[in-house]
T-cell receptor, first 114, second 116 residues
Framework: DAGVIQSPRHEVTEMGQEVTLRCKPI?????LFWYRQTMMRGLELLIY????????DSGMPEDRFSAKMPNASFSTLKIQPSEPRDSAVYFC????????????FGEGSRLTVL | QQQVKQSPQSLIVQKGGISIINCAYE??????FPWYQQFPGKGPALLIA?????SEKKEGRFTISFNKSAKQFSLHIMDSQPGDSATYFC???????????????FGKGTHLIIQP
């Protein structure tokens, strides 16, 4: 079975450019999470969706960040405009079984903003 | 505030030794405490998890010890092997509020190196 699929795996862009990260969750999962990982701050929850509806976006650092989930099989995280401090690895994760709480992570998108 | 504090930041253990990583939490409403393992270039993957109604859970060489009164839990890796070298994250989650999962709050991670 395919796991959580993220694209691109690596993105290098210049400050001010728009960045779009994509995620395909595991089929049948009804919760989707976006995390950001840096050495300084570890894994931070940015936003999560239940049944395609955003539930908590309190972790989104600024208005420059936005996330959408138009259907159960696709989500995007957009940064516009990007800044060097946005450089990090962005992970998407999905889950289904509520009582185990296991999150299945993708392999991440490494973003470098020059 | 939802926080999970993890220590040490890095750990070097000889092959065959015991690796111990500790975590402390503040919010007594947390009801699920997993440990995730992450290899370079990969996403974190669930290793083992515990709920606060038990004090210990063991799966193979991996054991979680849970102290509810102290609000602490730890991961023990027995007979540590070079293949265990990875970054380990503890985490905690609030009870489901209905309608789906809430996000995990992660510790900052422990970089574990097992020397042959």
């Amino acid at each position: 079975d395919a796991g959580v699929i993220q694209s691109p795996r690596h993105e290098v862009t210049e400050m001010g450019q728009e960045v779009t990260l994509r995620c395909k969750p595991i089929s049948g999962h009804n919760s989707l999470f976006w995390y950001r990982q840096t050495m300084m701050r570890g894994l931070e929850l940015l936003i999560y969706f239940n049944n395609n509806v955003p539930i908590d976006d309190s972790g989104m650092p600024e208005d420059r960040f936005s996330a959408k989930m138009p259907n159960a099989s696709f989500s995007t995280l957009k940064i516009q405009p990007s800044e060097p401090r946005d450089s990090a690895v962005y992970f998407c994760a999905s889950s289904f079984v509520a009582d185990t709480g296991e999150l299945f992570f993708g392999e991440g998108s490494r973003l470098t903003v020059l | 505030q939802q926080q999970v504090k993890q220590s040490p930041q890095s750990l070097i253990v000889q092959k065959g030794g015991i690796s111990i990583i500790n975590c402390a939490y503040e919010n007594t409403a947390f009801d699920y405490f997993p440990w995730y393992q992450q290899f370079p270039g990969k996403g974190p993957a669930l290793l083992i998890a515990i709920r606060p109604d038990v004090s210990e859970k063991k799966e193979g060489r991996f054991t979680i010890s849970f102290n509810k009164s102290a609000k602490q839990f730890s991961l023990h890796i027995m007979d540590s092997q070079p293949g265990d070298s990875a970054t380990y994250f503890c985490a905690a989650r609030l009870p489901y509020s209905g309608g789906g999962a809430d996000g995990l709050t992660f510790g900052k991670g422990t970089h574990l190196i097992i020397q042959p």
